[in-house]
C-alpha cells in the first residue's frame, strides 16, 4: 500500500488543486490560483509538494498570452492506481486502474454466487492479487480496493444487508474479511453509486453538474451526484431506483415494497416474461433453470437489436418503465442529465436510451427550464468496477475521507474479529 505523505499538510487545499488539475487534464499555476481563489505563493507550494509526492508531473508550456508561456502541469497516471471490484449475483468484474481512472489491467469469473462468503472472498483477493502480478504494477503504488456491490449495505461496518445471494452473506464483514486477505484497505459501497463517480472521475460530465446514474446488472440501481460529490442520504442506501413502486397493487417484492420496478422491468423480468411468449424461448434458446439473468437477457437484448419484434418489444417495454424511473429522478433531484451504466443497458444501449430519452422529454416537470440529456456510460459494462476504483482515488487523494470508519484495513487474526 502506498504510505506516502499524502496528507502531511493542508489536505483539503491539495485534495482540491489536485481534483482541479484531474479536470482539467493541464493546467496552468495561474489558472489554479484563479480557480481556487488562492495566492500564486499557496499554489506554487501545494504543486511543489504534489509534484514532490509524483503525483503531478510539468507539461510543456501553455499557449502564449503576450508574455512569457507558463508552465502547464498534469497528473502522473502512473504514480497511483487502485482495484475495482463488482460483486454481482452471477459474475465478479475485477479493474485495476491508475490515477487518471483509466483501465490497465482487467478480469472477470463466474461462480462467487454459488459460494458461502469465507470460501469467496479468498478467491477474489487471488484474483486480485493474480491481476497486479500480470500488470507488473507496485504494489506499493496500490492506494486500496473499491468493493461494489448491490444494496442494501452498511457502508460504514462494511456489510451487506442482504441474503443475497444466500444467507450466509447476510451481515457477513465482507470488507474486513477482504481487506485481510489482500493486506490493503477496502471501501465498500453500492454499485450504482460507484458508476456515477466514474462518469465524474473521467470527465464525461460538466463537474459543476447535478446528474442522476441508472445501473442496470442483474438487479436496478440509482445514484446522483451534485459538483462530484454523490447524495448519499442517512445511511448511504439513496436513491434505490430499483426498489420503486410502479404498481401500488403489485406483488410484494423481498425488500418489503409492492410493485417494484425491477420486477417489471429488470433483467430477471425479462427473461421471465421471454419464456412466457410462445415461441420467443425457443427461438432463442433460453433456459428455464438457469440463473444466470445476465446471459439470458444478454439473448434476448441481441435478438432485439437485430429486428425480433418479440424480443424488442419486451425491451421497449422494459425501457417505458425505466423511463417513468427516470422521469421521477428528474423531479426528484433537478438532474442535467442522467447516465445509463452496467452490462444491461450496454446489451441494448439504442433502444433503453432512445425510448428514455422520449419519456423524459414528454413528462419532465422542468422540461421548459433545462433539457435533460440521456447518455450511456463511458465506462460501458464495467462502469461500476471502474467507479469502485475511482471512490478509492477520490476518498484518498481529494476528499480526504478516508476515515477509519468509513475503510476497512488490514488487521491481523485475533485485533477485533477471528478469522
Known amino acids: 500500500m502506498a504510505t506516502g505523505p499524502i496528507w502531511a499538510s493542508r489536505p ?208 436496478i440501481g440509482g445514484g446522483v451526484v451534485v459538483a462530484g460529490e454523490v ?7 439513496s436513491v434505490e431506483i430499483g426498489h420503486i413502486s410502479v404498481d401500488v397493487n403489485g406483488d410484494e417484492c423481498p425488500c418489503g415494497n409492492v410493485g417494484c420496478l425491477e420486477n417489471y422491468a429488470g433483467p430477471s423480468a425479462l427473461v421471465r416474461q421471454a419464456l412466457a411468449t410462445p415461441g420467443l424461448a425457443r427461438r432463442l434458446a433460453l433456459d428455464p433453470a438457469s440463473a444466470d439473468f445476465l446471459t439470458e437477457f444478454a439473448r434476448v437484448a441481441a435478438a432485439a437489436n437485430a429486428g425480433d419484434p418479440a ?9 417505458r418503465y425505466l423511463g417513468s424511473a427516470a422521469v421521477t429522478m428528474t423531479i426528484l433531484f433537478d438532474v442535467d442529465a442522467i447516465v445509463l451504466a452496467g452490462p444491461s443497458f450496454a446489451a441494448a444501449s439504442s433502444i433503453y436510451q432512445a425510448v428514455i430519452q422520449q419519456e423524459v422529454d414528454r413528462r419532465t416537470f422542468a422540461r421548459r427550464a433545462h433539457p435533460v440529456r440521456v447518455v450511456p456510460s463511458v465506462n460501458g459494462s464495467d462502469a461500476a468496477a471502474i467507479g469502485g476504483a475511482v471512490l478509492v482515488l477520490q476518498s484518498e487523494l481529494t476528499l480526504a475521507r478516508s476515515r477509519p470508519e468509513d475503510v476497512a484495513r488490514p488487521v491481523s487474526a485475533g485485533a477485533g474479529e477471528a478469522p
Open 231 to 237: 447524495y448519499r442520504g442517512s445511511s448511504s442506501n
Open 311 to 319: 424480443a424488442r418489444a419486451l425491451v421497449e417495454q422494459s425501457a
Open 12 to 219: 483539503k487545499t491539495r485534495g482540491l488543486v489536485l481534483d482541479l488539475i484531474r479536470s482539467a487534464r493541464t493546467i496552468t499555476r495561474i489558472e489554479l490560483a484563479e480557480a481556487t481563489g488562492l495566492t500564486g505563493a499557496t499554489i506554487s507550494e501545494v504543486v511543489r509538494e504534489l509534484m514532490g509526492d509524483g503525483l503531478v508531473v510539468e507539461a510543456g508550456r501553455g499557449a502564449p498570452t503576450g508574455g512569457k508561456p507558463r508552465t502547464l502541469v498534469q497528473l502522473n497516471p502512473l504514480a497511483r492506481y487502485s482495484v475495482g471490484i463488482q460483486l454481482e449475483r452471477n459474475t465478479c468484474v475485477i479493474v485495476v486502474v491508475d490515477l487518471a481512472g483509466r483501465q490497465v489491467a482487467r478480469t472477470s469469473f463466474q461462480g462467487v454466487a454459488t459460494m458461502p462468503p469465507g470460501q469467496a472472498l479468498p478467491l477474489v483477493a487471488a484474483q486480485v492479487e493474480a491481476l497486479l502480478a500480470t500488470a507488473a504494477v507496485d504494489r506499493d503504488k496500490v492506494l486500496g480496493v473499491g468493493l461494489v456491490s448491490y444494496g442494501p449495505q452498511d457502508r460504514r461496518v462494511g456489510v451487506l444487508l442482504t441474503p443475497q445471494p444466500t444467507d450466509e452473506w447476510l451481515d457477513y464483514p465482507v470488507a474486513r474479511r477482504l481487506s485481510q486477505s489482500l493486506g490493503l484497505p477496502v471501501l465498500l459501497d453500492n454499485d450504482a453509486v460507484a458508476a456515477a463517480v466514474g462518469e465524474y472521475w473521467m470527465g464525461a460530465v460538466d463537474p459543476r453538474s447535478t446528474y442522476g446514474c441508472i445501473y442496470m446488472a442483474t438487479g
